[in-house]
């Protein structure tokens, strides 16, 4: 990836709120960023929610958030934090799913 392709990409961090674990919630956001060529992680938090963070394209990162805000058939996504965003760009090489 050349340097000009890297400054136009953003991360963020999101937290998503709701009946997502135990639902297929954290595939349902694996196979959809890698549709999208989304780098990042997601993990489920002790306190019942899914945190994550995607990078890539403002485009693309942003159609990642509004999949995320209709996730699978059985999850009941209530809410969809963006705790944070920027061009500070972790090292990402791929999507991967964090117990």
């Known amino acids: 990836m050349s340097s000009s392709e890297k400054s136009l ?4 961090s ?9 639902v297929g919630f ?5 196979e959809k ?3 999208l060529g989304i780098l990042g ?4 938090c002790s306190d019942g929610s899914v945190e994550a ?5 403002k485009n693309l990162v942003e159609e990642m958030i509004e999949k ?3 996730g699978p058939f059985l999850s009941r996504v209530q809410n969809v934090e963006v705790l944070s965003s920027g061009k500070n760009l972790s ?3 791929n999507f991967s799913i964090l117990p």
């Open 53 to 57: 963070i995607y990078q890539g394209p």
């Open 68 to 70: 995320t805000k209709q």
């Open 26 to 30: 954290r595939m349902f956001v694996f």
């Open 9 to 12: 990409l953003i991360q963020v």
């Open 41 to 44: 992680w997601i993990k489920n």
């Open 14 to 22: 999101v937290k998503v709120l709701g009946c997502v674990q135990g």
């Open 33 to 35: 960023a890698r549709k």
């Open 91 to 93: 090292p990402f090489s």
